[in-house]
């Protein structure tokens, strides 16, 4: 065997037919032909099946889409890997390897392979035999063998594919020394198993149906079937993706999720959702809808299209309210699972208040969020930078910033001697340069004397309409018609010093809605603004700021 010694069952290693004389149009690897053939085999299969439960009738079998599979399957998780463990587990040490005389005396016309052909046998089982197979500690409750199967199988072939069929031959016990060995199934299992038997042999399956060959890949999880749990991964992969099917690949057991093998293909569906839902202004309702696996999903991505991580940490406290109505039972999941998705050090330090009093949080876990999210905006920007390029490389994302809607803005306040506000804005030079010609972008909104605000820059024509330019405003928001006068001040970093510079003073009286500004902050044309020599981008950031102070 090629490789035997580097790894046994990676899908890559091959194994060379020692007998390939006359099979020149076999593929190296390729045991298609010695499937259930007693020339090629060393041991017979006995395949039990089981009488289904209820409501566990075939998945694969009449399902044409995802969504039938889906129905199909309505055991939840837990009891699936249940079952696994009591069918697999246990049987690969005693039981499923059922090597009593009685399955020997039913085999007896097996012992001439040459008489036999290579025909698969398949049995009905004597009432003898169901009784016995019904008593036995491992059957599922009122489940009886239907029918048998044998088959001839190799079992250098079969180990070379599963650590399943390896330790079943190679454990000392008095059953892997037996030409006979026998499984058992449930009859939901039975066109899968036989899928994944054929794969094992000719590294291809019949099946290309995505019920089909989600059977297969439950199939190879249970039976450590890599190679196979690669092939379906990939094929699935390559198929068209929808919400349903990318839900369902999230929610496949645990088991087969822990699997390098279809970690691609949960990975695709994380993509895929991420991408669906990017604009959530479009699919409110619908991603209200979504399991907890869906929602992970969506706000894993830095490319989340949001007014602000406020929004965000709004809409999962909404969706957890709804999915989890029991407080104990939404406090784990948000503080277990969903916190990790919500960017807290870039929310505004008013909603972080609001995070410190919601109950739906453990109030440790509230406290520990919220001072990481400070300790974050204390920091200077290059150290912030730095904390964000460490973490683009891992799972945890809290420090990398989305591409908002609305720019995240430091904001100081002050109550004495005079009610006043410090805002700081940082724009990138890629943000500035996709103002160009008429953009404009928003930062977050900030508060002085109970009112809101913010600050707008802008790409336009200064007033001769001579030359583009950039300006800088600021705005209240709607409130009414609230009347509030602010004397304000707009400054800038500009080299050699790297220190702020006033540019432009002024006074307003706001009322809702109303903005005011300087429409050439800087007084050069934009092409000198953003040249590569700008006075204005220190390492390629543009830092302002606006400090407001309420008249007397």
Request: hydrophobic share 35%; aromatic share 10%.
């Given at each position: ?115 036999e ?28 063998v239907?029918r048998?199967?044998?088959?001839h ?45 054929n ?76 991408s ?9 309702e ?22 602000s ?84 490389a ?39 340069t996709?103002?160009f ?93 953003m ?22």
């Open positions: 065997m090629k490789g035997s010694n580097t790894d046994l069952f990676d899908p890559s290693t091959e194994m060379d037919p020692l007998y390939s004389r006359g099979r020149s149009s076999c593929s190296d690897g390729d045991f298609g032909f010695a499937f259930n053939d007693s020339n090629f085999s060393d041991r017979v299969l006995r395949i039990e099946i089981m009488d289904d439960l209820p409501d566990n009738r075939s998945d694969g079998e009449g399902c044409t889409s995802i969504a039938d599979w889906a129905r199909h399957r309505k055991r939840r998780r837990e009891d699936i890997k249940k079952d696994n463990v009591a069918e697999v587990s246990l049987g690969a040490e005693e039981q499923i390897l059922s090597c009593n005389q009685s399955d020997m005396d039913d085999c007896v016309g097996c012992e001439n392979q040459d008489e052909g290579e025909a698969m046998i398949e049995e009905l089982p004597s009432g003898d035999e169901a009784a016995d197979g019904s008593e036995s500690p491992w059957s599922m409750d009122c489940s009886t239907v048998v199967k044998t088959l199988i190799s079992s250098p072939i079969l180990a070379a594919k599963s650590p399943f069929f390896y330790k079943l031959f190679s454990n000392g016990m008095r059953e892997s020394e037996q030409r006979h060995v026998t499984l058992r199934i449930n009859a939901s299992e039975e066109a899968a198993l036989m899928e994944l038997l794969f094992m042999y000719s590294n291809s399956l019949s099946t290309n149906t995505a019920p089909g060959l989600l059977d297969v890949l439950m199939a190879a999880d249970k039976f450590e079937v890599a190679s196979c749990m690669r092939y379906c991964s990939r094929q699935l992969r390559n198929m068209p993706m929808t919400p349903e099917s990318a839900l369902l690949y999230l929610e496949l057991p645990s088991s087969v999720l822990m699997g390098d093998a279809v970690q691609p293909l949960t990975d695709a569906a994380k993509q895929y959702l991420a669906r839902y990017r604009d959530m202004s479009k699919f409110q619908e991603v209200m809808s979504l399991p907890l696996a869906g929602v992970e999903a969506i706000f894993s991505s830095d490319d989340l299209q949001v007014a991580e406020d929004a965000v940490y709004d809409f999962v406290l909404k969706w957890a309210r709804v999915q989890y109505p029991k407080l104990e039972d939404r406090k784990e999941v948000l503080g277990g699972r969903l916190a990790r998705f919500i960017r807290f050090p870039y929310m505004t330090c008013r909603k972080l208040k609001k995070v410190l009093t919601c109950h739906d949080f453990d109030h440790e876990v509230a406290s520990k969020l919220v001072l990481e999210a400070l300790f974050f905006k204390a920091e200077a920007p290059h150290r912030q930078r730095s904390l964000a390029a460490e973490e683009t891992s799972l945890n994302r809290r420090f990398v910033e989305r591409a908002y809607k609305y720019r995240p803005v430091k904001v100081v306040e002050f109550e004495l001697p005079r009610q006043q506000c410090v805002v700081y804005l940082d724009l990138k030079r890629e943000e500035c996709n103002l010609p008429s953009g404009r972008v928003y930062s977050q909104a900030f508060h002085l004397g109970g009112q809101g605000f913010f600050l707008s820059a802008h790409c336009n024509m200064d007033q001769q309409s001579s030359f583009h330019c950039f300006g800088l405003f600021l705005g209240m928001q709607e409130k009414g018609n609230v009347s509030f006068a602010v004397d304000y001040e707009f400054a800038a970093r500009s080299k050699p010093t790297e220190e702020f510079v006033s540019k432009y003073k002024g006074n307003y009286t706001f009322t809702g809605g109303k903005a005011v500004g300087y429409r050439n902050l800087f007084a050069i044309p934009w092409t000198s603004f040249a590569e020599d700008s006075l204005y981008f220190i390492n390629g950031v543009l830092h302002l700021r606006a400090e407001l102070t309420i008249r007397q």
